[in-house]
């Protein structure tokens, strides 16, 4: 399974990106669907998980959605804010072989 996670770019406090990530394989349940982000000097850490699991700094702010039919995960993110700042990887747990892929991430440059 390939992951390409795209629609990274610079944006100003307050305003709104979204991420997209092609998957080359069909999205199917139970897959567990992630998006992760790495800050620079800071470790990668989960920010949202099949869009049940948020981590707090980004609860109400962001929303993770799929698309079956185009095989894309998005991440939608809005009143960016300077600290979400980040490259940003999408990954999908296939729960069948207990194997997680990973896609290249994308940059997220928030502006104060």
């Known amino acids: 399974v390939q992951l390409q996670a795209f629609g990274g770019g610079f944006v100003q406090a307050g305003g709104a990106l979204r991420l997209s990530c092609a998957v080359s394989e069909n999205i199917v349940s139970p897959d567990v669907l992630q998006w992760y982000r790495q800050a620079p000097g800071k470790q990668r850490e989960l920010v949202v998980r099949d869009n049940t699991t948020y981590i707090d700094g980004v609860k109400g702010r962001f929303t993770l959605s799929s698309d079956n039919a185009k095989r894309t995960i998005y991440l939608q993110m809005n009143s960016l804010k300077p600290k979400d700042t980040a490259i940003y990887y999408c990954?999908?747990?296939?729960?069948?072989?207990?194997?997680?892929?990973w896609g290249r991430g994308t940059l997220v440059t928030v502006s104060s």
């Open positions: 990954a999908v747990l296939d729960l069948k072989v207990l194997r997680q892929y």
